[in-house]
C-alpha cells in the first residue's frame, strides 16, 4: 500500500495520513531514528569522561558572620575579649569538578566551554597526576588547617601579641619509609643538623642527601624530644621524599576556632586574618559594607595568588559584594573579568589589606590601589 498525501488548506505543507496497513511511513521512521541517535548520544556523552577539570564560581562565607545555615559565629575565640561586627568580609570559593575521583563528562566540559564565567584545564594541571582521592582531599584540609593557623598568628600579631611558631608534621603519609619513625603532629626541631626555622629549611635539608639515604631528624614528640634516622625515597621526577605533609604550629594566647565546614586549600587565608582582626577590635572594620576577597597568607603577612580569580570574582558578586581584594599577583588575570558593580583592589600584605578595607569603610577609596 502507498502513503496517501493530502494538502492542508492555505499552506505548501503536506501532512502524513497513517498507511492503512499500519506500518510507519519512510518519513517517521526516519524521525524516530534521528531521535534514538540523538539519545545515544545524550547517553555516551554522559558515561564518557574526559581527562580536564572544569573550574566554577563556588559559593562565598562570611568570615564574621555565622557558620551558613546555623547560629554558630564561623569565627570562635576563647581567651580574649571579642565584639560584635557587621557587615561581610567575605572569603570566596571555587568549585571543581574533574580530578581523582571526580571525573566530568563530555557535556559537563561543552557547556563549561561555553560559559564565560567557567574555566576548562587539562586535569593534570590543576592535580597532582600520582595523586590519590584520598591525597588531594588530605592536601586540601592540612592547607586549610594551615591558613587558618597562620591567618590567627598573623592577625594576632597585628593586635600586638607575640605568638611563637614551629615547624610541625601535618601528615605521614602511606608511601613514606620514615612512617614508623616520624608521626603526626611531631615538631621538627633540627633535620641534618641545621635547626628547622621554616618548611623551606627542612626541603632544602631533604634535597641534600640521596634517594634512599636516611637523615638525621630531632623532633619535639607530646613535650619530649626524640632523635630519629629518617630514611627517604625517590619521589616525583626522582627527588629526594621523605614522605611528610608539613604545617606550622603556634603557641597562641587564646584559642581561635574557624568553623569552614569542607572547604579546602588555602585561599581563604587573608580573608581569615581579616576576620579575625574584626572580631578582636571594637567597632565596625568593613563599615557596614560588603567586602569579598582571596589570597593566601604567610608567617610574615604576605598575600600571595591563588587558581581560580576568574571564578572568584564572579562568585563574589554573586554573593552580593561590591569591593573585592585580590593579590597583587593576580592582577594580570583580574583584567577582563570584573562583573559589573564590583571594584577590585590590589593587596600585597595583610597591612595593605587592612588600609583598603578601613578605606572602604570610611568611603575613601579614590586614592586605593586597584588592579
Known amino acids: 500500500m502507498r502513503t496517501i498525501r493530502r494538502r492542508t488548506s492555505g499552506a505548501d505543507d503536506q501532512v502524513d495520513v497513517p498507511r492503512p496497513d499500519g506500518r510507519l511511513s519512510r518519513r517517521h521512521v526516519a524521525l524516530l531514528v534521528a531521535f534514538f541517535a540523538a539519545?545515544?548520544?545524550?547517553?555516551?556523552?554522559?558515561?564518557?569522561?574526559?581527562?580536564y577539570a572544569v573550574m566554577s564560581p563556588g559559593p562565598t562565607v562570611n568570615t564574621i558572620g555565622n557558620v551558613p545555615g546555623g547560629t554558630k559565629p564561623l569565627i570562635e575565640v576563647s581567651g580574649l575579649p571579642t565584639y560584635p561586627a557587621s557587615g561581610n568580609l567575605n572569603f570566596t570559593t571555587v568549585s571543581v569538578a574533574g580530578g581523582p575521583g571526580y571525573p566530568v563528562d563530555v557535556?559537563?566540559?561543552?557547556?563549561?566551554?561555553?560559559?564565560?564565567?567557567?574555566?576548562?584545564?587539562?586535569?593534570?594541571?590543576?592535580?597532582?597526576?600520582?595523586?590519590?582521592?584520598?591525597q588531594v582531599a588530605a592536601e586540601n584540609a592540612i592547607q586549610m588547617e594551615g591558613s587558618q593557623e597562620e591567618a590567627t598568628a598573623v592577625a594576632l600579631r597585628a593586635l600586638?601579641?607575640?605568638?611563637?611558631?614551629?615547624?610541625?608534621?601535618?601528615?605521614?603519609?602511606?608511601?613514606?619509609?620514615?612512617?614508623?619513625?616520624?608521626?603526626?603532629?611531631?615538631?621538627?626541631?633540627?633535620?641534618?643538623?641545621?635547626?628547622?626555622?621554616?618548611?623551606?629549611?627542612?626541603?632544602?635539608?631533604?634535597?641534600?642527601?640521596?634517594?634512599?639515604?636516611?637523615?638525621?631528624?630531632?623532633?619535639?614528640?607530646?613535650?619530649?624530644?626524640?632523635?630519629?634516622?629518617?630514611?627517604?625515597?625517590?619521589?616525583?621526577?626522582?627527588?629526594?621524599?621523605?614522605?611528610?605533609?608539613?604545617?606550622?604550629?603556634?603557641?597562641?594566647?587564646?584559642?581561635?576556632?574557624?568553623?569552614?565546614?569542607?572547604?579546602?586549600?588555602?585561599?581563604?587565608?587573608?580573608?581569615?586574618?581579616?576576620?579575625?582582626?574584626?572580631?578582636?577590635?571594637?567597632?565596625?572594620?568593613?563599615?557596614?559594607?560588603?567586602?569579598?576577597?582571596?589570597?593566601?597568607?604567610?608567617?610574615?603577612?604576605?598575600?600571595?595568588?591563588?587558581?581560580?580569580?576568574?571564578?572568584?570574582?564572579?562568585?563574589?558578586?554573586?554573593?552580593?559584594?561590591?569591593?573585592?581584594?585580590?593579590?597583587s599577583e593576580n592582577c594580570s588575570e583580574v583584567a577582563g573579568h570584573v562583573p559589573d558593580g564590583l571594584q577590585v583592589f590590589k593587596v600585597a600584605t595583610f597591612s595593605e589589606a587592612l588600609k583598603v578595607v578601613e578605606g572602604i569603610a570610611a568611603d575613601r577609596t579614590s586614592g586605593l590601589p586597584r588592579c
Open 160 to 327: 600586638g601579641r607575640t605568638v611563637p611558631s614551629h615547624v610541625a608534621i601535618a601528615k605521614v603519609l602511606d608511601v613514606s619509609k620514615a612512617k614508623d619513625v616520624l608521626k603526626d603532629g611531631d615538631r621538627i626541631l633540627t633535620i641534618g643538623g641545621t635547626p628547622v626555622t621554616d618548611p623551606e629549611t627542612v626541603r632544602r635539608a631533604i634535597q641534600a642527601v640521596q634517594p634512599g639515604a636516611s637523615v638525621a631528624v630531632v623532633v619535639s614528640r607530646k613535650g619530649e624530644e626524640v632523635k630519629v634516622m629518617a630514611p627517604t625515597y625517590a619521589g616525583q621526577e626522582g627527588k629526594t621524599a621523605l614522605g611528610v605533609l608539613l604545617r606550622l604550629d603556634h603557641d597562641f594566647p587564646a584559642k581561635v576556632t574557624i568553623n569552614a565546614g569542607n572547604v579546602g586549600g588555602p585561599s581563604a587565608g587573608l580573608m581569615f586574618a581579616l576576620g579575625i582582626y574584626d572580631r578582636l577590635t571594637p567597632g565596625s572594620l568593613t563599615g557596614n559594607h560588603d567586602i569579598a576577597g582571596t589570597g593566601t597568607i604567610d608567617e610574615a603577612g604576605t598575600v600571595g595568588p591563588i587558581g581560580g580569580i576568574k571564578q572568584k570574582l564572579a562568585g563574589a558578586r554573586e554573593g552580593g559584594a561590591s569591593y573585592f581584594l585580590a593579590p
Open 39 to 51: 539519545l545515544g548520544l545524550v547517553v555516551l556523552g554522559s558515561v564518557i569522561d574526559l581527562p
Open 107 to 134: 557535556w559537563t566540559v561543552l557547556g563549561a566551554w561555553i560559559d564565560p564565567s567557567r574555566d576548562v584545564l587539562p586535569v593534570d594541571e590543576v592535580f597532582d597526576p600520582t595523586a590519590s582521592e584520598q
